[in-house]
């Protein structure tokens, strides 16, 4: 498998503030790759890098091979599909979507020809004469997108695509980019800050913090084996318990992690009172308060639900107790 | 609740159940002021000009004739009315071309202070009096001014010489060539230029110049493709003051130029000395016509479109 896009070292500074900071990252050609990270995290900042709207203030951006820190944006094997669309609002749907082909000397039947064919693709056949300004959020979002497509790019960098989207509209794209990914082929680079659609749709992951990379991997290691205490709380929610906490537990005193859904009330175990429940359709949300930390439970439904205030206690099977390797400030 | 409101409280109550009225209450003095007052002069003005001069007695026929129009044909009148929208055209292409690299810096990387500068530089010309920028203007560009002296100094005025030996645009002096009216002009209606291409340049964001050359546009046709195009309507609503400025302008091209007159320069002297308001108000029309004119033909090659 090639390497679709390598960061070597790669830093960007803005003024005082380390956007990117010493990231190492290989995308395979192929893949769907998912930047995942709170906003600041640096995610957007590494898209504009693999795209050229950036410069690296230090290491190396190649992609396939070439080193591509001195290439423009307007020579590069990628294109965006950005987080506010960027349509030209001067322009109707099918000149937008050949503005690529326009670029790089196709005629206007020929390239008309193309646009029309990757808007039926997308759903979007028949708008061709509308103009941006007439399209609901989700049918500019597909117009952005075969934008995108027209000029068959080797990786496809996604910008929040579905950032502005409400929840129906942003499932059915989930799915539908997904499709896409697997009948084009092309390798995806995916930023998001929404944990489940990294999950749902990357084959693997970076998860950013503070410029960094706290961890990559496939989305079930990161759910299920966290390295950091970050990456356990942003990705899956999970429980950080605190080394004195776990020195209890197993004698040895480092930060562990314990999804909300493993555990389970019993007779024995840590005990805790209940601070508050939340009813959340198929599960319930119990906090609880051990000692000085606050641990979320997560129970199916027809589980007894206790009330505020009640002791409980807590169990779990010992593989679910997860010792973080990462950081263990 | 039932305490007595006072009589302006009501007056702001009723007014609020009849926001209709409250809207016509604003509109009617502006309406007044531009249907009546304005507008209405330049439509008599403009009843001139379908009456004609009596040669012998120098009397106004009060009677509807297409006679004075046909004056305008005449070539002396003709050369009048197609140097001056010669110079209109220059001037306004010129003050673009001067004025979009200032407003895209303006529009896109002048930041807090930087942006007060701006305003001030482009703004400060507009507060001191018309006249004054005028005489000073002639004073830098007469044989005896700054310009002169400076490429004197630099072993250059040779190249001046050249320069005001091309006929048509030299003259004895750049203080009495069509170049000085021209560069008067220009930078007397210039801000009228920058600010409203300005304004149109900041409406365009940064990500759609981005989305351009992501999709393998090279700067020059991205500038082709998607700036220019969206700046369009700034450039086309600035033209409308330079042009229409230029058009009507008397006192300029009487201070700095030729003798030959532009159309402004015309109205002033066949309503003033020579006491022929018709063809004064014919000449008048000309600047009207030519600018619904070029207003259409912008409209009709998609000027407007990006609004």
């Known amino acids: 498998m090639e390497t679709a896009v390598r960061f070597d070292a790669v830093s960007r500074i803005f003024g005082d503030v380390r956007a990117v900071d010493s990231v190492t990252l ?78 790089s000397g196709v005629g206007k039947a020929e390239r008309h020809r193309a646009a029309d064919e990757i808007l039926e693709m997308v759903a979007l056949g028949g708008h061709s004469k509308r103009k941006p300004s007439e399209l609901s959020g989700g049918q500019r979002q597909r117009v952005a ?50 944990q489940g659609e990294a999950l749902s749709m990357a084959d693997r992951v970076a998860v950013f913090n503070d410029g960094k990379i706290q961890q990559l991997d496939a989305p079930q290691v990161l759910y299920y084996k966290p390295q950091t205490a970050f990456v356990a709380d942003f990705v899956g929610s999970s429980n950080v318990l605190p080394p004195d906490m776990v020195a209890r537990l197993t004698g040895r005193s480092v930060q562990a992690s314990l999804r909300p859904e493993a555990i389970s009330l019993s ?63 | 609740m039932s305490e007595a409101v006072s009589l302006s409280g009501r007056a702001s109550d009723t007014l609020w159940r009849r926001p209709r009225f409250l809207l016509a209450l604003l509109l009617v003095p502006p309406v007044l002021w531009l249907g009546i007052v304005y507008l209405g002069s330049l439509f008599a003005l403009l009843a001139q000009s379908f009456f004609s001069i009596d040669e012998f007695s120098g009397l106004i026929n009060y ?39 200032i407003a895209y810096y303006a529009a896109r990387y002048a930041k807090g202070r930087w942006k007060a500068v701006f305003y001030l530089g482009v703004m400060l010309p507009l507060w001191s009096s018309y006249l004054v920028k005028v005489y000073s203007w002639k004073l830098i560009l007469a044989k005896e001014g700054i310009l002169n002296w400076l490429f004197e100094t630099l072993h250059l005025s040779w190249l001046l010489q050249a320069y005001l030996s091309v006929p048509g645009i030299g003259g004895n002096s750049l203080s009495v060539s069509w170049t000085g009216t021209f560069l008067v002009f220009l930078y007397v209606w ?118």
């Open chain 1, 26 to 103: 290989d995308v395979h050609e192929g893949e769907f790759f998912a930047m995942l990270g709170p906003s600041g995290s640096g995610k957007t900042t590494c898209l504009r890098l693999i795209a050229g709207f950036e410069r690296p203030t230090s290491g190396d951006v190649n992609i396939f091979g070439q080193n591509s820190t001195n290439i423009p944006p307007y020579r590069r094997p990628v294109n965006t599909v950005f987080q506010d669309y960027a349509l030209f609002p001067h322009l109707n749907v099918q000149d937008n979507v050949a503005y690529g082909l326009k670029i």
């Open chain 1, 145 to 194: 997108l075969a934008r995108a497509l027209v000029n068959k790019p080797r990786v496809l960098l996604l910008d929040e695509p579905l950032g502005a989207l409400d929840l129906k509209l942003r499932e059915q794209m989930q799915s539908e980019l997904k499709a896409l990914q697997r009948q084009l082929g092309v390798t995806f680079v995916f930023v998001t800050h929404d």
């Open chain 1, 267 to 329: 007779d024995t175990g840590l005990e805790g009172v209940v601070a508050e429940h939340s009813f959340l359709g198929a599960n319930t949300r119990l906090k609880v308060d051990v000692s000085r930390t606050q641990i979320s439970v997560l129970l199916p439904k027809g589980a007894q639900i206790p009330n505020d205030g009640d002791h409980v206690n807590l169990s779990w099977d010992a593989a679910d107790l997860h010792v973080m390797a990462g950081d263990n400030e």
């Open chain 2, 63 to 101: 009677e509807l004739t297409l006679k004075t129009y046909k004056e305008l044909f005449r070539p002396s009148n003709m050369d009048i009315l197609l140097r001056t929208v010669a110079m209109a055209s220059a001037v306004t292409v010129a003050a673009a071309i001067v004025a979009f690299p």
């Open chain 2, 190 to 307: 210039l801000p009228f230029m920058i600010l409203p291409v300005q304004a149109s340049l900041e409406r365009v964001p940064a990500t759609m110049l981005e989305a351009s050359s992501d999709m393998g546009a090279r700067p020059g046709q991205t500038f082709r493709y998607v700036l220019f195009p969206l700046a369009l309507p700034g450039i086309v609503a600035g033209s409308i003051f330079t042009f229409s400025l230029t058009l009507g302008d008397y006192i300029i091209p009487q201070i700095v130029g030729t003798s030959a007159r532009m159309i402004g320069q015309a109205v002033y002297q066949f309503q003033g000395t020579a006491g022929n308001i018709p063809l004064a108000a014919a000449f008048a029309v000309v600047p009207i016509v030519v600018m619904g004119v070029y207003l259409t033909i912008s409209k009709r090659m998609g000027a407007f479109d990006a609004l």
